[in-house]
């Protein structure tokens, strides 16, 4: 259903299942609004119709982003696929850390501060995690 709760020019389309708000989109401003049910669900974009889709993008009621990934464990998951910056100039940019990070896994990559974290006394600089230790980039 259409409701008028946002004003003649800021229109809100809510969507109802069994009396139970699922979601709603609003227009407002120059902005579109996109909102979770009552049951705090997330987002979910497919490519087609339910019976033949695939799921490309999930956002889920927490925050975290999947891309390829139906169930996203970090704030963004990326499976299927590389991740690409093609505009010279810009890059990853990692913060500096001034403890390790928690739960380490192979591949994992982190910028010390090399004070306060000083993996294996090897200063301040870029360290990958693998066979079970941090190791110096570079």
Same mark, same amino acid.
């Given at each position: ?13 809510? =969507? +109802?299942?069994?009396?139970? *708000?699922? %979601? ?7 902005? *579109?609004? =996109? +909102? ?5 669900? %997330? =987002? &979910?974009?497919? !490519? ?5 889709? @695939? ?7 927490? /925050?975290?982003?999947?891309? %390829? ?14 991740? &690409?910056?093609? @505009? $010279?100039?810009? /890059? ?5 850390t001034t403890s390790a990070p928690g739960s380490p896994v192979d591949g994992?990559?982190? #910028? $010390? ?11 301040? /600089? *870029?360290?990958? +995690? #693998?066979?079970?230790?941090? !190791?110096?980039?570079?």
């Amino acid at each position: 259903r259409i409701s008028g709760n946002g004003g003649q020019d800021d229109p809100i389309l809510d =969507f +109802y299942r069994q009396g139970v *708000m699922r %979601g709603r989109v609003q227009s407002y401003g120059e902005d *579109m609004l =996109f +909102y979770g049910g009552d049951n705090g669900g %997330g =987002f &979910k974009f497919k !490519n087609k119709l339910p019976a033949t889709s @695939t799921e490309l993008m999930t956002i889920l009621s927490g /925050g975290n982003v999947g891309i %390829g990934q139906t169930n996203p464990g970090q704030k963004l998951e990326v499976s299927g696929g590389n991740i &690409k910056i093609s @505009t $010279a100039g810009n /890059g990853l940019i990692l913060p500096q850390t001034t403890s390790a990070p928690g739960s380490p896994v192979d591949g994992m990559i982190a #910028y $010390a501060d090399g004070t306060s974290w000083n993996p294996g006394g090897g200063g301040k /600089g *870029m360290y990958a +995690y #693998y066979n079970s230790a941090w !190791n110096r980039l570079g």
